[in-house]
């Protein structure tokens, strides 16, 4: 006896011909119950006299999909998956599928081969509460720069990291540079590029990295960092994310980058950070990319300012405060740099200067607005000498130095070494000026008046 699957629909149809069969019900009362127009009741109904129950259901159940994939597709879908494509994400496996061997497939019927091949796994995501953030109307407005560290190269290159800058208002990925680690002179370098090509932002949206924040000993957030001083000075607002979901945009495109940039590189054999960077900024791969994630502006309009009358160099650099010694000369990472004589501004011993450190490691000197002249002499013991690299917003110091105890400050700090209490002790009595000895005369002077007073003693007064 074969077996009849019917769902409910057709079950409720059921009950309602065998009444409108016994004559219990008109087929008018019939197409109203079962919701149904009275032509399409009678094409059911001659369905049901003709077939019994089976002619309720329908004709296409338990038949293969017209519409399903074919064999052989599947078949070499798999194939790709366990061996050339090996590791790509459903997404980008469907689209090189599409380009290469113009057939499609879906990104779910994808999903659905690789899990039968054990390529793909399901994982489950515990929900969160989140509170979406309304978009910026306008591109220039807000850009989120974020660091990527990843095997980019898949063991044919050194472990690196990309420094994505990415639009707010339309998700477009306008700079991509690979650089070795995530450190200011690489953001830096990649910023100036950056600034260079599509001009100044209104506001930078970046998290609470070590490059972009100073997060110790710093609990009012009155010191700056390196990158915040920069953009400080280009008038750039720099906004701090606490949370990675903060700043979504930016980590969804480190996500769908690492799927199919990877890809994509693998593909063009790309084995180098100097090569990666030749595809992604000079090839047609951003073009291509943000053709299909990018979305249109709300509003028209470029918020980018003009960078063209800052001088970039003497900006994106570190900036570092030292005192100028008796002898002309500043200490700066174990160099000795000696001033020159004529200079274009006047200084003395103890006047505060700025060392700029270029993001090609060339230095310069500078007090206020003049450059000074000077050459590097020496080179002093390593470790004693011992940068800031925060600058403090507050009035009296504008650049990276502090104004604490040696032994206080060394402690306080990243840079400097740290050193035990006894260290400290010996170090601040090695900075209290000892009053100097007194010279023979004044000794003399001093033991004459002492005699006057012992043979001259003052009467005493009733």
């Given amino acids: 006896m074969d077996k009849l699957i019917m769902n409910r629909k057709e079950r409720k149809q059921l009950v309602v011909f065998e009444q409108l069969k016994d004559d219990k019900l008109t087929k008018v009362q019939a197409s109203k119950i079962l919701g149904i127009s009275p032509r399409w009741l009678r094409t059911k109904y001659n369905r049901f006299l003709k077939e019994g129950d089976r ?28 061996g050339e494509w090996k590791g790509f994400w459903p997404t980008i496996a469907t689209d090189l599928f599409e380009e290469e061997y113009k057939k499609k497939i879906s990104a779910e019927s994808a999903r659905q081969i690789m899990i039968a091949i054990g390529e793909w796994q399901v994982g489950k995501r515990k929900p969160y509460h989140r509170k979406r953030r309304p978009r910026k109307t306008v591109i220039g407005m807000m850009i989120q720069l ?6 980019w190269f898949e063991g044919r290159g050194p472990a690196c990291t990309l420094l994505v800058f990415i639009d707010d208002a339309t998700s477009q990925i306008l700079w991509l540079e690979f650089v ?15 600034l260079e090509r599509y001009g100044l932002p209104s506001s930078i949206y970046v998290d609470y ?15 700056l960092s390196q990158f915040e001083r920069a953009m400080k000075e280009l008038g750039i607002r720099v906004i701090h994310a606490r949370s990675p979901q903060a700043k979504g945009r930016v980590e969804r495109a480190n996500q769908t980058l690492q799927r199919r940039l990877v890809a994509r ?50 900006i994106l650099c570190q ?30 011993p103890k006047s505060r200067v700025v060392v700029y450190e270029h993001l090609d490691s060339s230095l ?20 004693k000498i011992s940068p800031v690299d925060y600058v403090n917003s507050g009035k009296g110091v504008e650049v990276g130095i502090s104004l604490k105890n040696p032994a206080d400050q060394a402690s306080d ?46 009467p005493k007064t009733n």
Wanted: charged share 25%; net charge positive.
């Fill in 364 to 383: 310069s000197i500078h007090i206020g607005r003049s450059k000074l002249h000077f050459t590097q002499i020496g080179i002093g013991k390593k470790g």
């Fill in 413 to 458: 700090t990243d840079n400097g070494p740290l050193l035990t209490q006894p260290q400290k002790r010996r170090a601040r009595k090695s900075s209290i000026k000892k009053p100097k000895p007194a010279s023979e005369t004044a000794r003399r002077w001093n033991g004459s008046l002492s005699k006057k007073k012992q043979h001259n003693p003052q």
């Fill in 209 to 223: 990295g070590s490059v972009f924040s100073v997060n110790t000993n710093n609990p009012e957030r009155d010191k």
């Fill in 55 to 82: 002619g309720l259901t329908h004709k296409n159940r338990g038949k293969p999909s017209p519409n399903r994939l074919n064999a052989k597709d599947v078949a070499l879908f798999a194939k790709l998956i366990k």
């Fill in 265 to 314: 590189m693998r593909l063009a054999k790309i084995s180098s950070i100097e090569e990666g960077n030749i595809f992604v900024q000079k090839g047609n791969y951003l073009q291509k990319h943000n053709g299909r994630f990018s979305i249109d502006a709300e509003k028209a309009g470029n918020a980018h300012l003009s960078a063209k009358e800052y001088n970039l160099n003497n």
């Fill in 146 to 151: 974020d660091g990527s560290p990843h095997d």
């Fill in 180 to 194: 070795k680690s995530e450190s200011f002179v690489a953001v830096a370098r990649a910023t100036k590029n950056y």
């Fill in 319 to 348: 900036k570092n405060i030292r005192i100028v010694t008796n002898d002309f000369t500043i200490s700066y990472k174990t160099r000795i740099l000696q001033l020159e004589k004529h200079q274009p501004a006047i200084v003395r």
